[in-house]
């Protein structure tokens, strides 16, 4: 007896991936043009938290004549976004963001606690804690009325930046996916025109550097999507330890 799928058409692996492409399509709606714009303002310097202030360690870097110019700066700053952003910040947006749509308070509290416990140097921290105080406060101002926001204020020690950032964008209807490359992107911006005036850069050399990490950017953001909690860290040596000199070194531009 013949099978009864034996004759059967099987569909060739081009119109399998084809298939499972307009799937994938499917499950990721348009981004809005609102929400899009919520998430430029969002990544934009000229957010009201003082991110342009800080040079996440590369102003020490410079310092150390670890980084010298265009190809140093690139090559330390993609370090930096696959070993420090992509391996803790991302991740934990992403599952801050989650927590945040579902009204998981505790795990919103709970994931900006490890980011707290686990910034290696204190200056690393106070930024984090100070951009995050200064995210919840133009929140307040945006949306007074939002009890989300008086939790993320009163979070211990204080709300981190990617807990703050998640809630700034948790009702924008924007996927996970788009988030975390708004969040990405704005520390890429920071990040190159800290290197642009540290190194000192041009500007063309700065756009060099800022295609470079736009380009390595989804990658890190498929990784933190993917990542097991397991796997998170915040491990970098020798930013640590540049960080902390930072502070101490004798002419700077940036704050730490």
Excluded at 39 to 54: D, E, H, K, Q, T
Excluded at 85 to 102: I, T
Excluded at 172 to 190: D, I, K, Q, T
Excluded at 222 to 227: F, P, Q, V
Aim: aromatic fraction near 6%; charge should be positive.
């Amino acid at each position: 007896m013949l099978s009864p799928v034996r004759n059967v058409r099987r569909a060739s692996p081009a119109t399998r991936d084809r298939t499972r492409a307009g799937m994938r399509r499917r499950d990721e709606a348009p981004l809005a043009t609102t929400a899009l714009l919520q998430l430029i303002r969002l990544a934009s310097p000229s957010l009201p938290v003082g991110g342009f202030s800080y040079s996440e360690g590369i102003e020490a870097a410079v310092d150390a004549a670890l980084v010298t110019d265009e190809a140093s700066a690139c090559a330390w700053l993609l370090d930096q976004l696959e070993l420090g952003v992509g391996r803790s910040d991302l991740p934990v947006a992403a599952r801050a963001l989650a927590a945040w749509r579902r009204g998981d308070r505790k795990g919103v509290a709970e994931w900006n606690a490890w980011l707290a416990t686990t910034r290696e140097t204190n200056e690393l921290r106070r930024q984090s804690e100070q951009m995050g105080r200064s995210l919840a406060q133009w929140l307040r101002q945006r949306s007074a009325d939002d009890d989300r926001v008086a939790f993320l204020e009163a979070l211990s020690p204080a709300p981190m930046w990617p807990v703050a950032f998640a809630l700034a964008a948790a009702d924008s209807g924007a996927s996970s996916r788009a988030v975390l490359a708004s969040f990405a992107a704005g520390w890429a911006e920071n990040a190159t025109q800290a290197a642009l005036k540290a190194v000192p850069l041009g500007q063309t050399a700065a756009q060099r550097i800022l295609a470079a990490l736009s380009a390595a950017i989804p990658a890190a953001v498929e990784r933190a999507l993917a990542m097991p909690a397991g796997e998170m860290q915040a491990f970098a040596p020798m930013l640590a330890i540049l960080s902390s000199q930072h502070e101490e070194q004798y002419s700077r531009l940036f704050r730490s």
